[in-house]
């Protein structure tokens, strides 16, 4: 069965750290683009930062450019999304998504942060920043 499996959200306040997972079982994270989102209450489902494992390129939205990294254990077949300078506006359910390719058929030069590029999806983990 595949699945993706997100975890490590919590309560911090302004300021701190927070690292999270997001496991895969099922395929593997080799030859995939991984991207995580973020839902906050009332607002659409946001691509936050992506990374292409055929090349290891990364993208980032201006939102957290700087103050997140996303990182790959690919011996774990595990992403991490390291979250650094936490804000109250970073409250929020993070998700993470994959789409994985064969051997050399990832056609994308950057990977994508809309949401609609994904097709494999964990499900949430919540962060909760306080002031």
């Known amino acids: 069965e595949v699945q993706l499996q997100a975890s490590g959200g919590g309560l911090v306040q302004a300021g701190g750290s927070l690292r999270l997972s997001c496991a895969a079982s099922?395929?593997?994270?080799?030859?995939?683009?991984i991207g995580w989102f973020r839902q906050a209450p009332g607002k659409e489902r946001e691509g936050i930062a992506c990374?292409?494992?055929?090349?290891?390129?990364?993208v980032y939205a201006d939102s957290v450019k700087g103050r997140f990294t996303i990182s790959s254990d690919l011996a774990e077949n595990t992403e991490y999304l390291q979250l650094n300078n936490l804000k109250p506006e970073d409250t929020a359910v993070y998700y993470c998504?994959?789409?994985?390719?064969?051997?050399?058929?990832?056609?994308?030069?950057?990977?994508?942060?809309?949401?609609?590029?994904?097709?494999?999806w964990g499900q949430g983990t919540q962060v909760t920043v306080s002031s």
């Open positions: 998504a994959a789409r994985d390719f064969a051997a050399g058929t990832n056609y994308y030069s950057r990977c994508p942060l809309g949401l609609w590029e994904y097709d494999r």
């Open positions: 990374i292409s494992e055929t090349d290891g390129r990364t």
């Open positions: 099922g395929f593997t994270f080799d030859n995939a683009i």
